[in-house]
């Protein structure tokens, strides 16, 4: 089953840390761009994060320029999001999602992404 597999979500306090960790399973993710998506509660869900195949391409939603970084090991056929100083409203469902095409690098479009994690919650609360 071609899918994307997501670990690393969970509690911190406010200023605190997390590392999700993004892989496939059934297919290799390096050729694939990643973008990564978060949906608050009442919210739409929203791109906030992506990264090229060879990881020398980012971009970042304005929300968490300066605090998000994506990268990605393809040695290791995994991506990551690391998050720093986290907020309150950085609470919500994390997924990343997997484009083959170009055009599919940082659109931040759903109907771009061919393969979608199923989402690992981060909460963010003292």
């Known amino acids: 089953q071609l899918q994307l597999v997501q670990s690393g979500g969970g509690l911190v306090q406010p200023g605190g840390s997390l590392r999700l960790s993004c892989t496939a399973s059934?297919?290799?993710?390096?050729?694939?761009?990643v973008n990564w998506f978060r949906q608050v509660s009442g919210k739409e869900r929203e791109g906030v994060a992506c990264i090229n195949t060879l990881g020398t391409v980012t971009n970042y939603v304005e929300t968490v320029k300066g605090r998000f970084t994506a990268s990605r090991d393809n040695a290791k056929h995994t991506v990551f999001l690391q998050m720093n100083s986290l907020k309150p409203e950085d609470t919500g469902i994390y997924f990343c999602a997997a484009a083959s095409r170009l055009g599919g690098l940082c659109s931040f479009k759903e109907d771009d992404m061919d393969y979608w994690g199923k989402g690992t919650l981060v909460t963010v609360s003292s």
């Open positions: 059934g297919f290799t993710l390096d050729y694939y761009h």
